[in-house]
């Protein structure tokens, strides 16, 4: 059993891959949409629940580049729905204090709901309460390869010479450039997957898979994953019997 660790304080920044959607629906015989409604309602609880225990930013996974590839009724439905918490929640976010940030593709949205997702961030870009970011139309994979294409871009026009480049440098080039890693990353639904979500920043991320489907989640669940993250150790890549936390342990050999 995992003892309590020296780390008590909460995680700084929460990661919650929003999944179980349709499963919810399907088992109530409602179309999906019905869950993607229920789901809207469970973002409202989860921010409540991070803001009353100390979590600085929360990340959502609200829609996948994949999900493009969905039937286009579920993929209007999911929109409107965007839209439609937009401007229900808005005011709420401004006033609580909320900064809103929106990471991913939205160039592959229609040009209404661009100009609203901008205003919103526009109106929020002052708040320091808590940071929300919610990720849209996005892939880890794409936004490496964008991060890529940029560094290869300015090394080619002489802006960038590559031998200074490290993983610091790199991460800049990232949506998620002036953003804190997450600490803890939270998956619905009981799938045990990053599905193409931060797989840069995630790197020493603690995982923690819920048998619950998202509509169902709640601050109780949200208490839970804190307190088996507060249990946790989080070496970084040291050994358990590295007593020096300021240097790295070197690489086990095959069959150590």
């Known amino acids: 059993m995992n003892q309590p660790s020296a780390h008590a304080t909460p995680p700084r920044h929460v990661a919650i891959i929003m999944d179980g959607n349709g499963r919810w629906a399907a088992r109530r015989g409602l179309p999906r949409a019905a869950g993607h409604r229920e789901g809207g309602k469970a973002v409202r609880r989860t921010i409540e629940a991070a803001?009353?225990?100390?979590?600085?930013?929360?990340?959502?996974?609200?829609?996948?580049?994949?999900?493009?590839?969905?039937?286009?009724?579920?993929?209007?439905?999911?929109?409107?729905?965007?839209?439609?918490?937009?401007r229900s929640e808005l005011k709420e976010l401004e006033q609580g204090g909320i900064k809103l940030r929106v990471?991913?593709?939205?160039?592959?949205?229609?040009?209404t709901l661009r100009a609203e997702l901008a205003a919103a961030e526009e109106r929020t870009k002052h708040n320091t309460k808590f940071n929300l970011v919610i990720a849209l139309s996005y892939g880890a994979r794409a936004e490496l390869v964008a991060a890529a294409r940029l560094i290869a871009q300015q090394a080619q026009s002489g802006q960038l010479d590559p031998a200074t480049l490290d993983e610091t440098g790199f991460a800049r080039y990232l949506a998620t450039a002036d953003m804190p890693d997450p600490d803890?990353?939270?998956?619905?639904?009981?799938?045990?997957?990053?599905?193409?979500?931060?797989?840069?920043?995630?790197?020493?991320?603690?995982?923690?898979?819920?048998?619950?489907?998202?509509?169902?989640?709640?601050?109780t669940h949200f208490a839970a994953?804190?307190?088996?993250?507060?249990?946790r150790d989080r070496r970084f890549g040291v050994r358990p019997d590295e007593t020096n936390p300021g240097r790295t342990a070197a690489p086990k050999q095959a069959g150590a």
Not at 54 to 81: C, I, K, M, Y
Not at 187 to 213: C, H, K, M, P
């Open 103 to 111: 990471i991913g593709e939205r160039d592959r949205f229609g040009p």
């Open 184 to 219: 803890l990353l939270i998956r619905t639904s009981g799938e045990q997957r990053l599905s193409n979500f931060l797989l840069w920043q995630a790197a020493y991320a603690e995982l923690s898979f819920v048998d619950v489907l998202w509509p169902d989640f709640n601050a």
């Open 51 to 86: 803001i009353e225990h100390g979590v600085e930013w929360l990340t959502l996974f609200a829609f996948s580049s994949e999900n493009w590839r969905r039937p286009q009724t579920e993929v209007t439905d999911l929109t409107r729905l965007l839209r439609r918490y937009l």
């Open 225 to 231: 994953a804190l307190a088996d993250y507060a249990r």
